[in-house]
């Protein structure tokens, strides 16, 4: 084989691998690292996370939903819905449609048939896109008879940077390329549970998201999708530091035989046992009123902007504790980090909790972005979770699905790079890889034109050294010398 022709096979085949292996939609990955407090960035441990959030777009903070706990967080930044509306209103609830409680669980993220969260509203648009979902709470289960086309459960001991790689992958693939991508990673939200968020174990989890942020980053670089993909870092949850001396025992307010209780500090979705009810809401009331740090409010004394009440699973009776105070299951709690950490739980002793008022600062997650979508060096207002899914849906090409949300695409569009088109979202990659095909074609022809000139002068000059020796050679055969040139003109002279 020519080595010409080998040059040509290999640029064909690198081309069409190239074309094939990207999805010619905008490539979104959406990373949540659990817990992120908006305010961690200032500790100084991760200066990669700090670099990116300042070449992007970053909020101070972002507006989370009540109650400010994981599943109900993660499922309003997925389906851009208020837990009223998706129905999981907590880590568990009590549903009375089926008389029993749920926890993590398809009935518990199917509240309603219709659930839609954005990796399915990807999927279901079709036409080449592919979602892949690692980790997510709720991706496990189809939603409206839809699975992603890639997912991997919830897997404690599947390596971070092997999570990254394998998200890589599917964005890389070449016959299903995923232009969405959601990567969950649990930490620090553990640490900060055991340890609490300030302390200097979490310190060097934070450390170790910033490792993993930057792993991601290198894969990116070695993969040739640095300018490709657009990043969307987020979290659920901030957290707060809460010690033994700050527990409220409501065993000693409320017997518990007369009341069932769902979820865990610091709020108690109270279930009365039949003829209890104003026994219950009097009794907690009065301690409430008098002194001891929680609210207790019944169904319909639920604040409205919390979008929590308006639900069948709401309880007829919710308590939350004021912060930095928690309710008497923390003691579980304690128990389980004595003998993790294996110490005696002191009354100074740190933990860590959430789950308050979404009001509260420190419950409040962190938020940037950065990609060829997104503006660079940008700050924009403080905007709640439930409004990414808009951002997205435009972002992806398709905007009617962000219609039956609670979220807004104002409060977030000015993130994006001006005159960027929701309808032009399929085109801009294409165009791109137009260019560069067009470049690499030029590029060839220019290197066989002048390839093909240096043969050609090289076979002119060989056959012009050959005719100037051919020429000399006959001018040299009838050239006289001077004897003979003499003779012809003074013959006389050379007579005998």
């Excluded at 903070?61 to 109650?67: A, G, K, L, T």
């Excluded at 092997?162 to 390329?177: A, M």
């Excluded at 005159?419 to 399929?426: H, I, L, Q, V």
């Amino acid at each position: 084989m020519s080595l010409k022709l080998f040059f040509i096979l290999f640029l064909s085949l690198w081309c069409h691998t190239f074309v094939a292996s990207i999805s010619q939609y905008p490539i979104v990955i959406i990373i949540s690292y659990d817990g992120f407090r908006h305010d961690l960035i200032e500790k100084g441990v991760t200066p990669t996370i700090s670099k990116l959030r300042s070449e992007g777009t970053h909020a101070e903070y972002m507006n989370n939903v009540f109650i400010t706990k994981t599943f109900p967080n993660h499922h309003s930044i997925a389906t851009g819905l208020y837990p009223e509306v998706h129905g999981v209103l907590g880590n568990s609830v009590y549903d009375p449609k089926y008389g029993k409680s749920f926890s993590y669980s398809y009935e518990l993220f199917h509240y309603t048939e219709d659930i839609l969260p954005i990796w399915v509203a990807n999927q279901k648009k079709g036409n080449g896109r592919h979602s892949g979902i690692m980790m997510w709470p709720g991706n496990e289960f189809n939603y409206t008879g839809v699975f992603p086309t890639y997912q991997k459960a919830f897997d404690r001991d599947f390596a971070y940077t092997k999570r990254v790689d394998e998200v890589l992958k599917w964005i890389l693939n070449p016959e299903k390329p995923a232009n969405l991508v959601v990567l969950y990673i649990e930490e620090p939200d553990v640490s900060e549970h055991n340890y609490g968020p300030d302390s200097e174990t979490n310190l060097k989890i934070l450390k170790q998201m910033d490792d993993t942020t930057t792993y991601l980053m290198k894969r990116l670089n070695e993969t040739g999708l640095t300018d490709r993909v657009n990043l969307f870092f987020l979290s659920d949850h901030g957290m707060l530091t809460v010690k033994k001396r700050n527990i409220i025992d409501l065993r000693k307010i409320v017997p518990t035989e007369k009341y069932d209780r769902y979820e865990g500090s610091p709020t108690y979705m109270i279930f009365p046992k039949k003829g209890e009810a104003n026994f219950v809401y009097n009794s907690l009331k009065n301690a409430s009123e008098n002194g001891a740090p929680f609210k207790v409010y019944k169904r319909n004394e639920i604040p409205d902007r919390w979008h929590y009440k308006d639900n069948r699973r709401a309880p007829p009776i919710l308590a939350v504790a004021d912060p930095p105070y928690v309710f008497e299951d923390a003691y579980k709690q304690i128990e389980w980090i004595e003998k993790l950490r294996n110490i005696t739980f002191g009354e100074d002793t740190p933990m860590g909790f959430h789950g308050y008022d979404n009001t509260v600062m420190s419950m409040k997650p962190y938020f940037f972005a950065l990609g060829p979508l997104i503006k660079k060096n940008h700050k924009i207002k403080p905007f709640e979770t439930v409004d990414l899914f808009s951002l997205w849906a435009n972002i992806l090409g398709f905007p009617e699905y962000a219609a039956k949300t609670n979220g807004s695409f104002d409060r977030v569009s000015d993130m994006l790079v001006p005159k960027y088109s929701p309808s032009d979202a399929g085109n801009i990659c294409g165009a791109l890889l137009g260019i560069l095909l067009i470049g690499i074609a030029l590029g060839i022809s220019i290197f066989f034109i002048q390839n093909k000139m240096r043969i050609q002068d090289k076979i002119f000059n060989r056959r012009l050294k050959e005719e100037n020796l051919e020429s000399r050679q006959r001018l040299l055969d009838h050239v006289e010398t001077d004897e003979d040139v003499s003779m012809s003109l003074f013959p006389e002279l050379y007579k005998a």
